[in-house]
């Protein structure tokens, strides 16, 4: 059978909060709900039995085995809708969306939702691995005997909780730091990087203005704008705060380049053209293609956040494009520079030669469709929330143009890069 076309038909998110704010008692559960039904209410799916719901967090709850399974029940979906977590870091979301829509391709399913969900204000605390294994040990014992024997083994100083980290486990650095390290290789000035920033907020502000978020944004808790967003952010202004990462001479990375830990979730509705028309759903964008890459940022000399190139030289002759060949460019915004970087890299014919191994680079990008309606700079970065946000975002954006394609291009934790094509239908 070959494959079918597949159409993003919608998407919905809650307003993106810095941590430690509103969303202080909202669980990613609670979150992933809210953007489901917002979306179910949207597009009257209320009781529908979808082919799938593919989301997930990066930092989840021991408890949250199956966190969209759970989130699908607590919704308004039929309980008879499949649901499974996927965790690709930062790119969960758009990984979600590829592997939906492969299954829509493929006819396995007609119709499905894909996102992701994270909060930093409600990470889970682990307790130290003796005290758990101790406790363990108690759960084991079969005789009173037993037990008060585990428990004798206990110390006060087992008691303090640990803290996720946003580090890498293999190197133990931040995601800031390898990045800071990264920033300097290339040679990103902190004029470029808080020009970035000041323009991911100017743009973020003037499509709120403009209601581009009316229907992709559902209120929740009294919020109904990403907090994070503050207009007069000016390159003037971010040029007075202090660097946070890769600190020392030369740092150039802050508060106001990279972005802040936030809690959201969002969600997007994929399906095939007989079942949007079914349901008299309008086909906003069609999904063309995805790729993941890896790099060996641990032995390779690689940046840790540097995948993205890799993935979208593979994605671009895969279909026969060139980095030219686009209206909208949606970058994720981990921080002002990765995205510098990313197109430095691109541009650079020593880069793409020796490592894409191409004869000539891949060019430079149109900078005035960049990241046009802002980014995860403004917007703020749940994690996991990421992809859904921009897939939604990038769809309506080539629905309302009415033509040309869009390319997707966001780092994840671990090394690695999730990258995609929407094109207008
Ligand atoms: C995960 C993946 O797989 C891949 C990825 O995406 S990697 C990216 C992952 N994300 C991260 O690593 C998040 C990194 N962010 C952080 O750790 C923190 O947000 C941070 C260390 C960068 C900053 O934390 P913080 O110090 O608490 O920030 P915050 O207090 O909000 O801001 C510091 C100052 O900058 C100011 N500021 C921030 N943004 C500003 C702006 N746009 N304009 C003007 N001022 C601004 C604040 O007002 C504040 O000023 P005061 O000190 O005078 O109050």
């Not at 308004?76 to 829509?101: K, N, R, W």
């Not at 323009?199 to 990403?226: C, E, I, M, W």
């Amino acid at each position: 059978m070959s494959p079918r076309d597949v159409y993003v038909l919608g998407g919905n998110r809650i307003p993106f909060v810095r941590s430690g704010g509103k969303y202080l008692k909202a669980s990613n559960q609670d979150m992933l709900t809210a953007a489901i039904d917002g979306l179910v209410s949207r597009h009257d799916l209320s009781g529908e039995r979808l082919g799938e719901v593919a989301a997930g967090a990066v930092i989840k709850h021991a408890r949250d085995f199956n966190l969209t399974r759970e989130s699908v029940l607590g919704s308004h979906l039929s309980p008879q809708t499949p649901a499974y977590d996927v965790q690709q870091a930062c790119g969960t979301g758009l990984e979600a969306t590829i592997l939906v829509a492969n299954k829509i391709a493929l006819g396995q399913v007609d119709s499905a939702i894909a996102g992701g969900t994270d909060t930093t204000s409600d990470a889970p605390l682990a307790i130290n691995d003796d005290l758990r294994r101790t406790l363990m040990m108690v759960n084991y014992a079969k005789t009173p005997q037993q037990r008060l024997k585990a428990l004798t083994k206990i110390r006060p100083g087992q008691f303090a909780p640990e803290q996720p980290k946003n580090a890498e486990p293999r190197t133990g650095l931040a995601m800031g730091d390898h990045q800071a390290i990264t920033t300097k290789e290339w040679g990103i000035s902190r004029e470029a990087q808080d020009e970035l920033a000041a323009l991911s907020h100017q743009n973020l502000a003037a499509a709120y203005g403009r209601g581009f978020f009316d229907d992709l944004v559902t209120p929740y808790l009294g919020v109904s704008k990403d907090n994070n967003l503050r207009p007069d952010s000016t390159p003037e202004k971010l040029a007075k705060l202090k660097p946070v990462f890769g600190k020392g001479e030369g740092a150039t990375m802050t508060a106001g380049n990279s972005t802040p830990l936030t809690d959201g979730a969002s969600v997007v509705l994929l399906g095939s053209a007989d079942w949007a028309q079914e349901r008299k759903l309008t086909p906003l964008a069609r999904f063309v293609d995805g790729e993941t890459a890896a790099v060996d940022y641990v032995h390779g000399g690689e940046g840790l956040l540097m995948a993205p190139p890799y993935a979208i030289a593979r994605l671009l002759q895969r279909n026969g494009l060139t980095l030219q060949d686009f209206e909208f460019y949606e970058f994720h915004e981990a921080f002002a520079s990765t995205v510098l970087c990313h197109l430095a890299a691109m541009e650079s014919p020593e880069f793409c030669k020796e490592r894409l191994g191409l004869d000539e680079p891949l060019g430079s990008v149109d900078r005035s469709k960049l990241n046009v309606n802002g980014s995860s700079l403004a917007a703020g970065h749940p994690f996991a929330a990421t992809g859904g946000r921009i897939v939604a975002s990038l769809a309506k954006m080539l629905h309302e143009k009415g033509s040309g394609r869009g390319l997707i291009s966001i780092c994840a934790a671990g090394g690695q890069g999730v990258v995609a094509i929407l094109e207008a239908v």
